[in-house]
T-cell receptor
Framework: SAVISQKPSRDICQRGTSLTIQCQVD?????MFWYRQQPGQSLTLIAT?????????ESGFVIDKFPISRPNLTFSTLTVSNMSPEDSSIYLC???????????FGQGTRLTVV | GENVEQHPSTLSVQEGDSAVIKCTYS??????FPWYKQELGKRPQLIID?????GEKKDQRIAVTLNKTAKHFSLHITETQPEDSAVYFC?????????FGQGTTLQVKP
C-alpha cells in the first residue's frame, strides 16, 4: 500500500492568486498523477508527474495554468495559477507503485475561489 | 483516447437486494479495470479490480465481470447493506493512466 499526505486539505483563495498543493508519499513511487474532481462529478486527470522530466498534461490542461513539480520519487506539487471561480474543485494526487496495480489517492484539497 | 461510459448515474435499492453497475470502454488496449468507492467527503478507495486475462473475480459480496469482446465490465454487489451507499467509479487503463467513468450514486434503503 501507500500512505499519501496531501495538503492543504482545504483553502479559500482570492481570484487571481495561486495555490500550491503538496503530495508526499511514504515510499518511492514511479507514477504520480493529479486529478480534478468538480462537485458531484468524476475524476478528471490533469497530468502525470514524471520524476526528472516535465509533466505530461491531458487535453484541456496546460502547464502555465497547472505547473507541476516532481523533484523526487516521493513528492510532487501542483500549482493552480491565476485562479478564477471556475477552478473551485477538489484536487487529488494519486500514486501507483507498479504497472497495472492499485492507484492510491490522497485525501484531496478542497479549493474555493472567491 | 480511451472513453469510459458508466450506467446508471444513480441507483436505489432495498437493503438485501443486489446492485449492478455497468461500464463500457473504447480502447481495446485497456487491460486493467478497477472499481473505486468514494464516500462523501472522502478519497476514492479500491474495492475490486480485474485484469484483461480474467473474465470474473469475486470478493465476498462484490464481483466484477469483464467481456473483452464487447468491451464492457460490470460490478455486482449482493446482499446490499446501508454502508454500501456511496459513489462508485469504474476505470480503465490503456497505457499508464486511469480513465474514470462518470460515477454511480448508490443508495441502499434500510
Amino acid at each position: 500500500s501507500a500512505v499519501i499526505s496531501q495538503k492543504p486539505s482545504r483553502d479559500i483563495c482570492q481570484r487571481g492568486t495561486s495555490l500550491t498543493i503538496q503530495c508526499q508519499v511514504d515510499s518511492q513511487v514511479t507514477m504520480m498523477f493529479w486529478y480534478r474532481q468538480q462537485p458531484g462529478q468524476s475524476l478528471t486527470l490533469i497530468a502525470t508527474a514524471n520524476q526528472g522530466s516535465e509533466a505530461t498534461y491531458e487535453s484541456g490542461f496546460v502547464i502555465d495554468k497547472f505547473p507541476i513539480s516532481r523533484p523526487n520519487l516521493t513528492f510532487s506539487t501542483l500549482t493552480v495559477s491565476n485562479m478564477s471561480p471556475e477552478d473551485s474543485s477538489i484536487y487529488l494526487c494519486s500514486v501507483e507503485k507498479g504497472g497495472n496495480t492499485e492507484a492510491f489517492f490522497g485525501q484531496g484539497t478542497r479549493l474555493t475561489v472567491v | 483516447g480511451e472513453n469510459v461510459e458508466q450506467h446508471p448515474s444513480t441507483l436505489s435499492v432495498q437493503e438485501g437486494d443486489s446492485a449492478v453497475i455497468k461500464c463500457t470502454y473504447s480502447d481495446s488496449a485497456s487491460n486493467y479495470f478497477p472499481w473505486y468507492k468514494q464516500e462523501l467527503g472522502k478519497r476514492p478507495q479500491l474495492i475490486i479490480d480485474i485484469r484483461s486475462n480474467v473474465g470474473e473475480k469475486k470478493d465476498q459480496r462484490i464481483a466484477v465481470t469483464l467481456n473483452k469482446t464487447a468491451k464492457h465490465f460490470s460490478l455486482h454487489i449482493t446482499e446490499t447493506q446501508p454502508e454500501d451507499s456511496a459513489v462508485y467509479f469504474c476505470a480503465a487503463r490503456p497505457t499508464g493512466k486511469l480513465i474514470f467513468g462518470q460515477g454511480t450514486t448508490l443508495q441502499v434503503k434500510p
